[in-house]
């Protein structure tokens, strides 16, 4: 009981939000949790999407979607490339799993995409279990 109370102490006073990951920085997601647009062509866009690392959430894992297609499986500190087309995209995500913090509706964006354009963005919680998409700038 002393171990519990312990690491419910350790858990609590450590913070819970996540922490940015350059994209450079992040694992790639493997190709078992890849689902779709992987087909690349030189002229169309990639969208690059990578999770935050820390505790928040880190007991589940967020899937991807976009125009609400499930696209990839992402775990903490993970990137995916997305192979898309030119034009709008809805990319969003939701917490997969028993121990997730987020409900069954998707955290959602507006992505443009012009041809040959490479963008990325961050999945992330704050403090109160908020999920959130934010653009982030490609390392160069």
């Given amino acids: 009981m002393k171990k519990i109370i312990l690491a ?63 696209a990839a499986l992402l775990n903490t500190g993970e990137r995916v490339d997305l192979h898309l087309k030119p034009g709008e995209w809805n990319i969003g995500f939701k917490g997969e799993g028993k121990v997730c913090i987020s409900d069954d509706s998707l955290s959602e964006k507006e992505i443009s995409l012009s041809a040959g354009q490479h963008k990325a963005v961050r999945l992330f919680a704050d403090l109160g279990g908020n999920l959130e998409i934010k653009a982030v700038t490609l390392p160069k």
């Fill in 8 to 70: 419910l102490c350790i858990i609590a006073t450590s913070g819970c939000a996540t922490s940015a990951i350059s994209p450079d920085k992040a694992s790639l997601v493997p190709s078992s949790r890849v689902f779709a647009f992987q087909n690349s062509n030189e002229n169309n866009p990639v969208l690059t999407v990578v999770r935050d690392t820390g505790m928040l959430g880190s007991g589940c894992f967020y899937g991807l979607y976009v125009n609400g297609e499930r």
